[in-house]
């Protein structure tokens, strides 16, 4: 089982910049695949992006590419989210999550097996 928790979150304007952290429990970190999701209020969650196992492959949602940036580090059980530009509309609880297998196949927020409690990213304009 794997335990997460996001941290990074907050107020920042638009155009600004932000990174999240995602720190996972247990040894097998490095056997999952790590992913971003996000919901707006109102909205289902939605998900962004995923990083394979070993960090070679990503899977962007269009939205996200050459703003947003995932990657990780194995050794400190971690996963990040780097977001550029930021927008209004990023608005939004971001949440990271994982899944056994470490494949970016899983492209559904739906597909995810752990989740950690989300982290709040407010951007003003």
């Known amino acids: 089982q794997v335990q997460l928790v996001e941290s990074g979150g907050g107020l920042v304007q638009a155009g600004g910049s932000l990174r999240l952290a995602c720190a996972a429990s247990g040894r097998s970190f490095s056997t999952y695949a790590m992913a971003w999701s996000r919901q707006a209020p109102g909205k289902e969650r939605e998900f962004v992006v995923v990083i394979n196992w070993s960090g070679s492959t990503t899977y962007y949602v269009d939205s996200a590419k050459g703003r947003f940036t995932i990657s990780r580090d194995n050794a400190k059980n971690t996963v990040y989210l780097q977001m550029y530009s930021l927008k209004p509309e990023n608005t939004a609880v971001y949440y990271c999550?994982?899944?056994?297998?470490?494949?970016?196949?899983?492209?559904?927020?739906?597909?995810?097996?752990?989740w950690g409690q989300g982290a709040q990213v407010t951007v003003s304009s």
């Open positions: 999550a994982a899944k056994r297998g470490g494949s970016t196949y899983y492209r559904s927020a739906r597909e995810y097996d752990y």
